[in-house]
């Protein structure tokens, strides 16, 4: 096929999928990237002499296939397609790569996910400023989307692995620091994530002692309600025995004999006064305290909420399908 053959259906299939019909943009896109590889000798030597625009046939088509299969309900299948059609890693541009892995992890699926960032990391080495394909690491027979890599598109991976995998998928903050730590990346690329993710691991912390603190509140109110309970009982039964008795003055000089079983006790009136007095206070107290207990409660959970929304909307990664989609280079026969 030539070149302008090629963008037209690259064109007809990017309609298709702003049309919705994400069929038809699904089955088109795969089989221009098939025909594609099917002439890879002619497109390595293409590349070769500079033309560059088979590499951005490549993303295009391809950004349509990761989009289409979201649309048609297939995002768990978009890792294993891009293998499939691409055939090895280092052939998937990196933008393709990063939008289909973005779109996968969003829809709750990590299948396949983790497996091809590591791969990723495998076949590209750390020189001179830039990343160059590792040659032991790719087959020599392979059309290759590109043979480098600035730094800011191979640190897009990185973050997506070390935040989007690792640290979230993983639950696993030290798993992440460590291979931060050990990646060959660019010392200053490097302690910029680190501090991110030691703020995420604080973070994390934070939540983790407030949800100990909520349980810990819980607890508290519930052996206040407990012992409430025991105090208004006893209260009862007291109230209950003094009206076997005719009325009597509070205050009068008389004893209160008071028989509990075989015993009997005798207490002057005065001291019973008081005791109620000292009990209602009492009461009192711990309703209130029972009452500020909810009021910290209730200020600890809006916290809690509040850290844990913060962690979520740290691990988000949204993605905008329709705006991956790059402008068509104009071309001329």
């Known amino acids: 096929m030539e070149a ?3 963008w037209g259906e690259i064109e007809r299939s990017e309609s ?18 098939k025909r594609i590889f099917g002439n890879i000798d002619v497109l390595s030597d293409e590349a070769s002499q500079g033309d560059h625009q088979f590499h951005d046939m490549l993303e295009s088509a391809g950004m349509v296939l990761v989009q289409s299969l979201h649309g048609i309900g297939r995002t768990v299948e978009i890792v294993n397609e891009l293998r499939d059609v691409f055939g090895e890693v280092a052939a998937i541009p990196v933008q393709v790569l990063l ?7 969003s829809n709750g699926s990590y299948l396949g996910v983790r497996d091809i960032l590591e791969e990723f990391f495998r076949i ?4 001179d400023n830039h990343y160059i394909l590792n040659d032991a690491g790719v087959s020599t027979k392979g059309f290759h989307a590109k043979n480098c890599l600035d730094i800011d598109e191979y640190m897009e991976v990185v973050e997506l692995y070390t935040f989007g995998v690792l640290a979230k998928f993983s639950n696993d903050m030290g798993l992440a620091i460590s291979w931060v730590e ?12 680190l501090r991110s993710l030691h703020s995420l691991l604080s973070l ?4 983790s002692f407030e949800e100990n603190s909520k349980d810990s509140s819980y607890a508290v109110v519930n052996n206040k309600k407990s012992l409430g309970n025991e105090k208004n009982d006893e209260i009862d039964s007291f109230l209950k025995l003094s009206k076997q008795h005719e009325p009597w003055s509070l205050w009068s000089s008389h004893p209160l004999s008071l028989k509990v079983g075989n015993t009997q006790f005798s207490m002057s009136r005065g001291k019973v006064a008081v005791s109620l007095v000292g009990l209602i206070i009492c009461y009192a107290l711990k309703r209130k305290r029972a009452a500020l207990i909810r009021i910290i409660r209730r200020q600890m959970e809006s916290t809690r909420k509040a850290i844990v929304d913060f962690w979520k909307l740290a691990f988000s990664y949204q993605v905008n399908p329709l705006a991956a989609i790059q402008s068509i280079p104009s071309t001329t026969t």
Request: proline share 2%.
């Open 4 to 6: 302008t053959d090629i």
């Open 16 to 33: 298709y999928l702003v049309c919705s019909m994400y069929e038809e943009a699904e089955s088109l896109s795969s089989s221009i990237l």
């Open 182 to 193: 050990k990646a060959v990346l660019p010392e200053e690329r490097r302690q910029g994530i």
């Open 204 to 207: 994390k912390t934070a939540s």
């Open 124 to 127: 590209w080495v750390y020189k």
């Open 99 to 105: 939008t289909g892995v973005c779109l996968q992890i």
